[in-house]
């Protein structure tokens, strides 16, 4: 007979496998992850603190799926936060012109610059962080890391939530007290009980 314990983890695993994984309270789902717009002006290094805060990280697109998938989330709001910028995890402000996933200090292995913006230094002075631009087609421009944004934040998915709920008893022919003997032994299932997601 399988026991509750590894009844659990069978259970889990199907959950996982069948994209079981769920998004914290605030994000909403697009394709494999969880995205959240925050309408807050704030500098890069404060957007990069609250995204930890509300439990995930500022974004850094890692593939086009990944930016199609957040562009999928701001065009939800489209219109409706001023300015329609929101702050990435890139930048170069370890290595002039080497832009980084500040996350995991890894190179770009995808990019969606906008070609018009220019990258670097301007008149204003360095533009060593980057934000997605919404009247750009959600191509991204380098900027001041001073610079008041907005941001969004990304969330891989949780475990789901489960409950165990009994569904009977079976009789176990096993060792108890040095003997062997027929004993009576709860079954239970385990259901997923957690909220739906909200879809991007």
Known sequence: MTTPKYLFVAVFW?????????CPDGYCRHSDGCYRTVALNVTWIDARA???????????????????AAEG?????KGTIFPGKFWLDITDLLNPKDWKRM??????NFTNWDTTSGTGASEEGAR???????????RWVPASCVETLNF???HAGLPPTT???PIGSTRVYKIQ???HQWVNEQMYEYKDVSPKDVDC
Do not use: F, Q, W
């Not at 496998?17 to 769920?22: F, K, L, P």
């Open 14 to 22: 199907i959950l996982m496998a069948n994209g079981g994984a769920v």
């Open 50 to 68: 609250y995204c930890e805060v509300l439990g995930g990280h500022l974004l850094s697109p890692v593939s086009h799926s990944m930016a199609a």
């Open 73 to 77: 989330a701001l065009r939800r709001m």
């Open 103 to 108: 996350s995991d200090k890894k190179a770009l």
């Open 128 to 138: 060593n962080c980057v934000y997605m631009s919404e009247s750009l087609n959600y």
């Open 152 to 154: 969004l934040c990304y």
């Open 163 to 165: 409950e165990r709920y």
């Open 177 to 179: 007290h040095g003997y």
